[in-house]
């Protein structure tokens, strides 16, 4: 009897061990790191289409440019976390000296990516990485107070799609990329001028050892017309598309 229980207890600790051993595998996932390099003087420049609502938001307008995001330094953000410095610089397509445009932060904590931009905090990337994994992209902002210039970002659901997929984007074919899905939302009929409506669409790609390589987001808030006043886009709608052009 004391045999047999010594033996079940050995076998019992070898299936647990196993499957232990196992779970640990299969949940293995790629690093923040090899999707989002933050190394200094590292950098990835794209061509931007940045769509603006013009004659008091009545149309919209199309501006390119080409903007490079350059990773400075390593800082301490002010939270007293290990953070680093993006620059950004614009210039018009394919030709003129770079201007200084934006300052960025970033912060990988291994569980995280926070990118820091207009003193709005967005968790663009999150562990585990793998196909449909979800998580609230915009948990940092204040979408709710009632002041909030930014009440269309409350409540998005990030979602990992296509991870370790090849893909094309622009002139480059990438081997190891991912998707982030973060909203796709129409509320209304754009179509019906008469009608208010609203469209909140954003994705980003992201490729092993590079960063992010395109960004498409859109914004619009459409009033339908009054006695006295047309149809128009209110202030704060638009939209940019970013796709990499280079990178080192």
Known sequence: MKQYFLFFLAFTLFIGFNSCKKSNEEFKTASLDEYYPLTPGKYITYSLDSTIYVNFGASAEVHSYEVKFEVDAQITDNLGRPAYRIFRYIRNPGAGA??????FTAVNDSTGLEFIENNLRYLKLKQPVRDNYTWKGNTYIDTYSINSPVKYLDDWDYVYENVGITQQ????????TLTVNQRD????????INSYAEINYSLEKYAAGIGMVYRQFLHTEYQPPVPGLEGHYVDGSYGVTYTIIDHN
Do not use: C, L, S
């Open 169 to 176: 984007v622009g002139t480059f074919t990438f081997d190891n």
């Open 185 to 192: 939302e129409i509320i209304g009929n754009p179509a019906d």
């Open 98 to 103: 770079w201007a200084p445009d934006a300052t």
